[in-house]
């Protein structure tokens, strides 16, 4: 129980995915212009993630090891696309913001690297442990760097359509800068920056 | 891992893995295949809607792109998807006509104009200068047409309008006007 | 043929995979922080689009779309781009043992740049014919390389400068690239 309660807490600080491994990057920063976008990445990744890993995990004996890398690509691209099409069908404004990024959720790092790291040598119980503690990592994450570039960039908090808060002066002059892409580098530059400063994490 | 079963083994394990996800996908296509093109559907319904408030239906003609607009049976305007070359890229603007050939109005679907200047193009005071319009009309002002440009955002302003004159003009010239 | 170069251009520089589209960003801080690995880094991921790019293409307007198979397009193009991966390496293996240790793990780490499966997809997202998708490819491998190539330079001066402790490594160079995107922003306006 005790290695489960550190599998699970392993990705949230110890090796967050994003801010200590810089894994997946790509959608981090991509969807990250407001907290809608956020929950939607964060939910889809959770499901790929759990659902690899469980499947993974189970099927870790008789996975070829020639065809390990092969194989966990395909998994989890049937799984990615599972949740595109589901996504397309049920939710399609998420899927319109999100774009192309849910796709491309099949070469984030993070997933195939937990498949190879962790589901394919561990059981069923440890890797959903894992793959819950990462995807929590990583929506901590990317809703940090959401919340700092939409209220930023657009002066209030929208979520799902209810405001729920908006600072008088940004409202109406939003540092815009925060909703473009050189805004995210910056945000993700200054919190990598705070984190180490905290001494959550290590040096390089 | 897994122990050595012969070099048949991989391929054959691959070939299976390869062939459960075609099955669940194409599970998954029928799913959802109907649901994603009512989505598609009630999309370009709203969307049209913004010009032609009272659209009840509409058609589509893939080979002309041209929108149909319905209300009881009685064809109360046509639509046309259009792309302009924009200052930072392409702009997709959706053109409303009359049936007389005048312009409904249009909306600008996507763009990636400058923010703060060539982005006002989605503004409704720069928008709502083409409400009315007839073919000739659509211009720049120092073009000798009726639409003011934007301050300061002169290039795509007339991205925008030389793009949906065009359009007008053609469709015009193949009779889609009545 | 202008469309093509416009095309072009806007893949390298208006729309740069990396400033702007996200794309490629692993790779991007992993391999940056010497310009001659930088190189070959992106001189191996344009070849891989190029040929990613034009395989995928006739894929999927000729196999999948006619049979309707398109929702298997994540899938079958992951798996391409796998594949030419692996033979790509062994190719380099075989013919140039100095270029394969010079870009170590760096080449199966292809497989995973979003920035392959990215313009594979930008390909078919944005109705580009075959030619006009072999130019977005080219120009998205050269805008890869440039701020690669970029980047790397910088980050060799910057590791003998003398950078507060908490940014050193990749919180400047994060930062560097929010520099870098921002000064790309001139590149608006060139392709209209």
Same mark, same amino acid.
């Given at each position: 129980?005790?290695?489960?309660?550190?599998?699970?807490?392993?990705?949230?600080?110890?090796?967050?995915?994003?801010?200590?491994?810089?894994?997946?990057?790509?959608?981090?920063?991509?969807?990250?212009?407001?907290?809608?976008?956020?929950?939607?990445?964060?939910? #889809?990744?959770?499901?790929?993630?759990?659902?690899?890993?469980?499947?993974?995990?189970?099927?870790?004996?008789?996975?070829?090891?020639?065809?390990?890398?092969?194989?966990?690509?395909?998994?989890?691209?049937?799984?990615?696309?599972?949740?595109?099409?589901?996504?397309?069908?049920?939710?399609?404004?998420?899927?319109?913001?999100?774009?192309?990024?849910?796709?491309?959720?099949?070469?984030?790092?993070?997933? =195939?690297?937990?498949?190879?790291?962790?589901?394919?040598?561990?059981?069923?119980?440890?890797?959903?442990?894992?793959?819950?503690?990462?995807?929590?990592?990583?929506?901590?994450?990317?809703?940090?760097?959401?919340?700092?570039?939409?209220?930023?960039?657009?002066?209030?908090?929208?979520?799902?359509?209810?405001?729920?808060?908006?600072?008088?002066?940004?409202?109406?002059?939003?540092?815009?800068? *925060?909703?473009?892409?050189?805004?995210?580098?910056?945000?993700?530059?200054?919190?990598?920056?705070?984190?180490?400063?905290?001494?959550?994490?290590?040096?390089? | 891992?897994?122990?050595?079963?012969?070099?048949?083994?991989?391929?054959?394990?691959?070939?299976?893995?390869?062939?459960?996800?075609?099955?669940?996908?194409?599970?998954?296509?029928?799913?959802?295949?109907?649901?994603?093109?009512?989505?598609?559907?009630?999309?370009?319904?709203?969307?049209?809607?913004?010009?032609?408030?009272?659209?009840?239906?509409?058609?589509?003609?893939?080979?002309?792109?041209?929108?149909?607009?319905?209300?009881?049976?009685?064809?109360?305007?046509?639509?046309?998807?259009?792309?302009?070359?924009?200052?930072?890229?392409?702009?997709?603007?959706?053109?409303?006509?009359?049936?007389?050939?005048?312009?409904?109005?249009? /909306?600008?679907?996507?763009?990636?104009?400058?923010?703060?200047?060539?982005?006002?193009?989605?503004?409704?005071?720069? =928008?709502?200068?083409?409400?009315?319009?007839?073919?000739?009309?659509?211009?720049?002002?120092?073009?000798?047409?009726?639409?003011?440009?934007?301050?300061?955002?002169?290039? #795509?302003?007339?991205?925008?309008?030389?793009?949906?004159?065009?359009?007008? /003009?053609? #469709?015009?010239?193949?009779?889609?006007?009545? | 043929?202008?469309?093509?170069?416009?095309?072009? *251009?806007?893949?390298?520089?208006?729309?740069?995979?990396? =400033?702007?589209?996200?794309?490629? =960003?692993?790779?991007?801080?992993?391999?940056?922080?010497?310009?001659?690995?930088?190189?070959?880094?992106?001189?191996?991921?344009?070849?891989?689009?190029?040929?990613?790019?034009?395989?995928?293409?006739?894929?999927?307007?000729?196999?999948?779309?006619?049979?309707?198979?398109?929702?298997?397009?994540?899938?079958?193009?992951?798996?391409?781009?796998?594949?030419?991966?692996?033979?790509?390496?062994?190719?380099?293996?075989?013919?140039?043992?100095?270029?394969?240790?010079?870009?170590?793990?760096?080449?199966?780490?292809?497989?995973?740049?979003?920035?392959?499966?990215?313009?594979?997809?930008?390909?078919?997202?944005?109705?580009?014919?075959?030619?006009?998708?072999?130019?977005?490819?080219?120009?998205?491998?050269?805008?890869?390389?440039?701020?690669?190539?970029?980047?790397?330079?910088?980050?060799?001066?910057?590791?003998?400068?003398?950078?507060?402790?908490?940014?050193?490594?990749?919180?400047?160079?994060?930062?560097?690239?929010?520099?870098?995107?921002?000064?790309?922003?001139? *590149?608006?306006?060139?392709?209209?």
């Amino acid at each position: 129980m005790k290695s489960l309660i550190k599998t699970l807490s392993n990705g949230i600080l110890r090796a967050n995915p994003t801010f200590i491994l810089l894994l997946g990057l790509c959608p981090t920063l991509a969807v990250s212009t407001s907290i809608d976008n956020a929950f939607g990445m964060t939910g #889809s990744v959770l499901f790929v993630l759990l659902a690899a890993n469980v499947i993974i995990s189970i099927l870790r004996r008789w996975i070829p090891d020639r065809a390990r890398i092969p194989t966990f690509i395909v998994i989890i691209a049937t799984l990615v696309t599972i949740v595109d099409l589901a996504l397309k069908a049920y939710v399609p404004s998420l899927s319109k913001s999100l774009g192309m990024y849910v796709p491309l959720i099949v070469v984030n790092c993070i997933i =195939l690297g937990r498949a190879e790291a962790f589901a394919s040598k561990n059981n069923v119980i440890h890797s959903i442990a894992d793959a819950v503690g990462m995807s929590v990592g990583f929506g901590v994450a990317i809703l940090l760097i959401s919340f700092v570039r939409q209220v930023l960039g657009s002066g209030k908090l929208e979520v799902f359509n209810v405001q729920l808060f908006s600072i008088p002066g940004l409202d109406s002059n939003p540092a815009a800068i *925060f909703l473009l892409p050189m805004g995210a580098f910056f945000v993700i530059g200054v919190l990598l920056a705070l984190f180490r400063w905290m001494g959550v994490s290590e040096c390089e | 891992m897994a122990k050595q079963r012969g070099s048949l083994y991989p391929i054959v394990f691959l070939t299976v893995v390869v062939f459960l996800s075609v099955v669940s996908l194409t599970l998954m296509d029928q799913m959802t295949r109907e649901k994603i093109l009512i989505a598609q559907q009630s999309e370009i319904q709203e969307m049209l809607s913004t010009l032609f408030p009272n659209l009840e239906t509409f058609q589509y003609d893939e080979d002309s792109g041209l929108y149909t607009i319905l209300a009881n049976t009685a064809t109360i305007g046509q639509a046309q998807m259009l792309q302009a070359g924009g200052y930072g890229g392409a702009i997709d603007i959706l053109l409303g006509i009359e049936p007389d050939g005048r312009v409904r109005g249009i /909306r600008i679907i996507s763009q990636q104009e400058t923010p703060g200047l060539g982005a006002k193009i989605i503004e409704s005071q720069f =928008l709502d200068q083409f409400a009315g319009l007839s073919v000739n009309e659509i211009a720049l002002n120092r073009d000798g047409g009726s639409v003011d440009a934007i301050t300061g955002a002169t290039i #795509s302003s007339r991205a925008v309008v030389e793009a949906v004159a065009e359009t007008v /003009r053609d #469709s015009f010239e193949q009779g889609g006007g009545e | 043929m202008s469309e093509l170069i416009a095309i072009f *251009f806007s893949m390298a520089l208006v729309n740069n995979m990396v =400033l702007v589209k996200f794309l490629g =960003l692993c790779p991007f801080f992993g391999v940056s922080k010497k310009t001659s690995s930088a190189f070959s880094m992106g001189i191996a991921v344009m070849l891989v689009m190029l040929v990613a790019s034009a395989v995928t293409w006739p894929l999927f307007h000729l196999l999948l779309v006619p049979y309707g198979f398109e929702f298997m397009r994540t899938v079958i193009f992951i798996l391409v781009i796998a594949s030419l991966v692996q033979i790509i390496e062994m190719s380099i293996k075989r013919t140039n043992m100095t270029l394969y240790n010079a870009l170590g793990i760096y080449l199966p780490l292809i497989t995973t740049n979003c920035a392959v499966l990215g313009i594979t997809f930008i390909n078919i997202d944005q109705n580009y014919g075959f030619a006009a998708s072999i130019a977005a490819a080219l120009g998205a491998g050269v805008g890869f390389t440039l701020v690669l190539l970029i980047m790397s330079g910088i980050r060799e001066r910057l590791d003998l400068a003398d950078t507060p402790k908490v940014f050193k490594g990749a919180p400047i160079a994060f930062l560097i690239a929010g520099l870098l995107g921002l000064a790309f922003l001139a *590149f608006g306006g060139m392709v209209g």
